[in-house]
Each structure stands twice: as C-alpha cells, then as structure tokens.
C-alpha cells in the first residue's frame, strides 16, 4: 500500500515544485533579456544550462512515471499517477515550460546577433578613423614638421631642451595611435568568439547518429550533436557532455576532424567549433534524444547526402570522408 499508493505522492509534489521553478525562473530571464540594462549573455547562458539540467532530470522522473502508467498492471497504483498528473496539471506545466525555452532560444539568437552588428560597428568606426588618418597622410606628416622643427631650433640649448620635450609628446602620441590601431585590428578578429565542439559518430556498420534540432537557430534541421564550451572545460570533455546530453550515448574520441571558423557560419555570431570523429561505447540501444534536440536517429551513410544539414556540417562531414 505504501510502495504504490502513498509513496507517488511526495514524488510528485516534488516534481510539480520543480517545474514551478523552472517555470518562474524562464520567465524572469525572459524579462531580464527585455530590459536595456542586460547585457550579460554569457551569464543568462549560464543560467538557461543549468535549469535544462533540471528539466532533464525532471523528466527522467516522469519517464519512469510514464512507464509505470504503461508496464504496471496494478491498476489501484495506476490510478493513482494518473489522478495525481491530472490533479497537478504537470502534462500542462511542462508544455509551458517547453514553450518558454523556445521563446528564450529566439530571444537569445536576436541578442547574439545585435551584439555581433554592434561590435563590428564599434569597432569599424575606430578603423575608419585610423585609415582615415593613415590614409591622408597626416599622421606621416605631423612625423615630419617635427623634424622639421628640431632642426631649424638647433644651437639653443633651452630651446632645443622645449623642443625635445614636445617633440616626445608628439612622438608619444604617435605611438599609442598606433598602438591603438593595432589593438583595434587584433580585437576585431577576436571579439566575441563563442566556442563549441561538433561530433561525428559512427556506428559498427557505418551509419551516422545526426541530430533533429529543437531550438533555434536551424529549428528542425538535422545537425552533428554537440554544443557549447563552459568556461573552463576542455573541448574533449564538453564534447563528451553535449553527447550524452543531446543523445544518452557514450562515446570515445578517435581524432580531430578540424577547426571550423569561417565567418557567417553561425547566425548567432562568431562561433569557431572544433570537431571530432568518434566512436560509441555500450550499446546503441541506448540512444534517445535529449534537452535541445527534437530526436535523434542513425542515419545511413548513402542518405546523408540527400538532408539538409545545420551550419557547416554537411563540410565536416565531408572532411571526415563520410560524403563526397
């Protein structure tokens, strides 16, 4: 009686007090991304991370839950999930939250993307200035009246003591323009530069497991598994985590395939990713999909070339030799 009457209870008030804070917690990240003060993607990032962790093992919960309601034939314990489900509305809550995770992703690809148009602008607008002045010339021409200057000053010592003096500074001025350009340039290449790891995963017969994207950008579109680097993490080991993430699988790491960085290749910005061929440990039996993809499946290597692949894949893959 307690095993299979009582004992549900607790556990779905525990779910139910889970989702609730997922709940509460998008929609205050939802209004945070809509104020002007906002501005630290990398943090709500961060906090969207860590609540689709929750969400996962929330859901693992309610997959046993689910399987009970399908495999148990006591229908006294049945009932009762069934009456709590529909007494907490949880089938409800999580769509909503479903629904709010999308909302977020879209939000957050605008924010990408206005932060890239606007770092490019700021950043071309203090080139410009610089080529505006190499170009014209005038900087190679102030270099000069100030030589100029000093030798026509010759012979006076304090003369020559001022002049030496402003002279300095205007050489001094000419440096750090310089220094500046040359930051400028540098900062130009590196602003911005999200990182993330890609995985090619072949199965004992030669087949691919791609991914159907759930979220933005490429929503249903099929793509490599793989995700983002966390601040500290080794690309192997985030690689690893997004597998398991988006997939349920383990897998070890054979070699890697290259490094992607071409620009536009993400719409959300610059992204440089790293990717990896590798092969699956266990069982592929163990396949399931995860928090960001819509499902995942094991494709046959001749069909590949007939799916419409997210960003740069379908150029991994033909860099790992798997289409022509």
């Known amino acids: 009686m307690k095993e299979f009457v009582l004992d549900p209870t607790p556990k ?34 961060k906090k969207i991370r860590n ?23 006591r229908q006294h314990y049945t009932s009762v999930l069934k009456h709590l489900l529909n007494e907490f509305e949880v089938t409800n809550i999580v769509n909503r939250i479903n629904v709010k995770f999308n909302s977020i992703y879209d939000v957050m690809e605008d924010l990408h993307r206005k932060k890239s148009e606007e770092n490019q602008e700021r950043t071309e607008r203090g080139l410009n200035l610089l080529n505006l002045l190499f170009g014209a010339g005038i900087l190679a021409d102030l270099a000069g009246v100030v030589m100029i200057w000093l030798n026509l000053q010759e012979g006076n010592f304090i003369t020559s003591v001022l002049n ?72 192997i080991n985030a690689l690893v985590r997004e597998v398991k993430e988006e997939t349920n699988l383990k897998v070890e790491i054979k070699y890697k395939i290259g490094i992607y960085t071409e620009k536009g290749r993400d719409p959300r910005g610059n992204i440089h990713s790293i990717a990896y061929k590798c092969t699956i440990i266990g069982d592929i039996s163990e396949l399931r999909s995860g928090d960001d993809s819509k499902k995942v499946e094991i494709i046959p290597k001749e069909k590949l070339k007939d799916i419409d692949l997210a960003f740069d894949h379908k150029k991994i893959l033909e860099d790992a030799k798997l289409l022509k």
């Not at 030669?206 to 979220?215: A, E, P, Q, S, T």
């Open 12 to 45: 779905m008030r525990a779910v139910l007090f889970s989702l609730r804070s997922i709940n509460e917690s998008l929609d205050l990240l939802f209004l945070k991304t809509q104020t002007q003060a906002f501005q630290d993607i990398n943090t709500i990032q």
């Open 51 to 73: 609540l689709r962790t929750q969400r996962g093992m929330i859901q693992t919960t309610l997959s046993a839950i689910y399987n009970e309601l399908d495999y148990n034939r």
């Open 164 to 235: 030496g003096s402003i002279a300095a500074i205007i050489i001094g001025i000419l440096i750090v323009t310089i220094s500046y350009y040359l930051y400028i340039r540098l900062q130009t290449e590196k602003s911005e530069v999200g990182k993330t790891v890609d995985a090619v995963i072949e199965d004992r017969e030669g087949n691919v497991i791609l991914i159907k994207r759930k979220y933005p950008p490429f929503k249903n579109f099929y793509a490599l598994p793989g995700g983002f680097i966390e601040k500290g993490e080794k690309p």
